[in-house]
């Protein structure tokens, strides 16, 4: 089945600053990537996805890129506020008529600094 | 829409005694998705439902465990007997299309 690595585990960032996720997963027949993010006592919540018919997608101050050739895809986070301190998953999935099973990686939990 | 809805947020019970964790999806979605989330693995998927049809429960870990989603508008997780291993934090989401999911805030179990 799928596999999916994230990395790295925490990110301390100071305010303003860049802050990038990476994630590899393993099944070549993957097609969509999503990104959630979750803050304490809450369920997480999609900010960005991409699909493998596209390398780069961004949304304000969020972009998320995908090298399809060797696996893996990063979330970039640029002007970092405190509200971005969250914990961050990505996720990988076939979709289509097999189903839409999420794999996601183990998480990233982020703390900017004012 | 109110999102999804889970019910109760926190449970606490004794090793032995019987759980049940409700799941409202959003009005329309036909796909309904468990998981459970814990430090040590993650977050992981047990079961998912299309249209209320178990399609892959793979990810249930014992017979312990057990899902049902009688009507579009409402599923349920059963876990008899509950173990302290049991404990953790459960999710439902569920999506209109394949691929997006929306998840509820969480039952966070406490087995003793």
């Not at chain 1, 998953?89 to 999420?102: H, M, Q, V």
């Not at chain 2, 998912?48 to 579009?72: C, H, L, Q, T, W």
Request: net charge neutral.
């Amino acid at each position: 089945g799928e596999n999916v690595e994230q990395h790295p585990s925490t990110l301390s960032v100071q305010e303003g600053d860049s802050a990038v996720i990476k994630c590899t997963y393993s099944d070549s027949a993957s097609n969509y990537f999503p990104w959630y993010k979750q803050e304490l006592g809450k369920g997480p919540q999609l900010i960005i996805d991409i699909r493998s018919n596209v390398g780069e997608k961004k949304d304000q101050r969020i972009a998320v890129t995908l090298n399809k050739t060797a696996k893996h895809f990063s979330l970039h986070i640029t002007e970092t506020q405190p509200e971005d301190s969250a914990v961050y998953f990505c996720a990988a999935s076939r979709s289509g008529a097999a189903g839409n099973k999420l794999t996601f990686g183990g998480g990233t939990r982020v703390l900017v600094k004012p | 829409d109110a999102g999804v809805i889970q019910s109760p947020r926190h449970e606490v019970t004794e090793m032995g005694q019987e759980v049940t964790l409700r799941c409202k999806p959003i009005s329309g979605h036909d796909y309904l998705f468990w998981y459970r989330q814990t430090m040590m693995r993650g977050l992981e998927l047990l079961i998912y439902f299309n249209n209320n049809v178990p399609i892959d429960d793979s990810g249930m870990p014992e017979d312990r465990f057990s899902a049902k989603m009688p009507n579009a508008s409402f599923s349920t997780l059963k876990i008899q007997p509950s173990e302290p291993r049991d404990s953790a934090v459960y999710f439902c989401a569920s999506s209109a299309v394949v691929d997006i999911q929306y998840f509820g805030a969480g039952t966070r179990l406490s087995v003793l």
